[in-house]
């Protein structure tokens, strides 16, 4: 079981501390949306909190992690570890400490997204598009959308990944698109 206490223990004694706040601010829009939208706010405020745990690792320590929790490489994952793996291996570690399963798969889905997410899993991959550190064109638009629909503002967040990673010629992951066709599924 890993409380409040003990995740702000586990990240100040592992990230930079701009990654701490980046982190914190996740926490905090997490739980808000949680409470929005019906999921635990205690479970968002922890995934917030944790999410970014291996975050700082390098690429060649992100592979061996990968490799010892039996973490899938895929073709894309093997050209960016850490940027695409970080959740996935975050999750693994934090799972063998005794975190609560549905908070682990908010963590190891909150880079991509994915098909089928639970509202936890929504909250935490929308808390992380929008904290308010973040700032980029269309980000208001997703914000406004979150004041009242969950599934709009995820739908807007997939498109706008996809729509950013396609403008820099980078690969898509599967579950990042199974995201965006299930989100546009009646256009
Ligand atoms: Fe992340
Ligand atoms: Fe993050």
Redo the contacts with the bound molecule.
Sequence with gaps: MIDHAKAERLIAGRLSPRRCEHSRRVAAEAAELARRFGASPEAAEIAGLL??YC?DLTDAETLAAAARYGVAVGPLEARRPKHIL??PIAAAELSAAGLDADIVSAIAR??TGGPGMTVLEKCLYLA?FCEPGRQFAGLDEVRALSDTSLDAAVAAAARMSLLDLIGRGRGVVPDALALYNETHAGN
Excluded: I, K
């Design positions: 999410h970014d975050r970080h959740g909150h880079t992380d």
